[in-house]
């Protein structure tokens, strides 16, 4: 059983920051691609930033120059440092985790935290 625990969220003001984190746990036997997606009330899920085991990165054009990703191999975490936050990023955002388990060695699966709110507002 594979867990992953976001932590960080919040309000903020417009052009605040935020720093979120994810720890993925549980029988892990390694970690592809680790990412964080959003999803807006009444819109779909969308994807923020990506980021592979060997830190090669993707990002939403909308957040580009504002969100960082990055990761921690040793602690199997990801986080998400958003500066300069507007309230269009009011959402709630989620992490992913394609985790390789000791029941699943020759495919990735992927596990999804629970959500953690961002709110941006004055």
């Known amino acids: 059983q594979v867990q992953l625990v976001e932590s960080g969220g919040g309000l903020v003001q417009p052009g605040g920051s935020l720093r979120l984190s994810c720890a993925a746990s549980?029988?892990?036997?390694?970690?592809?691609?680790m990412g964080w997606y959003r999803q807006a009330p009444g819109k779909l899920r969308e994807l923020v930033a990506t980021?592979?085991?060997?830190?090669?990165?993707n990002s939403a054009d909308s957040v580009k120059g504002r969100f960082t990703i990055s990761r921690d191999n040793a602690k199997n975490t990801v986080y998400l440092q958003m500066n300069s936050l507007k309230p269009e990023d009011t959402a709630v955002y989620y992490c992913?985790?394609?985790?390789?388990?000791?029941?699943?060695?020759?495919?990735?699966?992927?596990?999804w935290g629970q959500g953690t709110q961002v709110a941006v507002s004055s």
């Open positions: 992913n985790a394609a985790v390789v388990t000791p029941l699943n060695r020759w495919k990735a699966l992927d596990y």
């Open positions: 549980g029988s892990i036997l390694g970690i592809n691609d």
């Open positions: 980021i592979t085991n060997i830190g090669s990165t």
